[in-house]
């Protein structure tokens, strides 16, 4: 099946979202373990929350164009990969818990990453 110029920028877009996401994610991670306070500025945040929504939306825009269903195996695993990447990561990076318990957050946070990525690259079948 030939891929469309819309849908050969919508993945290039989806790309380069996942890989400034876990970009920021990474170096977030790395400040907290470093101790630094700064892992929870607005500026992190913001750059955070952006790629982030645009990782999600893409995303969805792309399962649209495919007409997949929220109910297919492979966008609700993918869907789910993301909420729980989102979810440690949020937890692992607020300011308040110990470092052994916020790095082994953030460790969760990576594998739903890397667990998402296989599924979205076909190299793991869904769960679903």
Do not use: C
């Not at 099946?1 to 977030?28: D, F």
């Not at 492979?74 to 052994?100: H, N, R, T």
Request: aromatic letters at 12%; zero cysteines; glycine letters at 8%.
């Amino acid at each position: 099946m030939e891929v469309t110029p819309q849908e050969l920028l919508s993945q290039q877009a989806h790309i380069v979202a996942a890989v400034l996401a876990l970009l920021i994610y990474v170096i977030r991670g790395v400040m907290m373990l470093a101790g630094a306070t700064a892992v929870n500025s607005r500026v992190m945040l913001a750059l955070s929350s952006v790629f982030i929504i645009l990782l999600f939306t893409i995303g969805v825009y792309m399962g649209f164009m495919k007409h997949l269903s929220f109910a297919d195996g492979y966008m609700l695993s993918k869907i789910i990969g993301l909420l729980l990447f989102v979810s440690f990561g949020v937890i692992a990076l607020k300011q308040g818990l110990s470092k052994p318990i916020a790095s082994f957050l953030w460790l969760i946070g990576l594998a739903a990453f890397i667990y998402t990525y296989l599924i979205a690259t076909h190299k793991l079948a869904p769960l679903f």
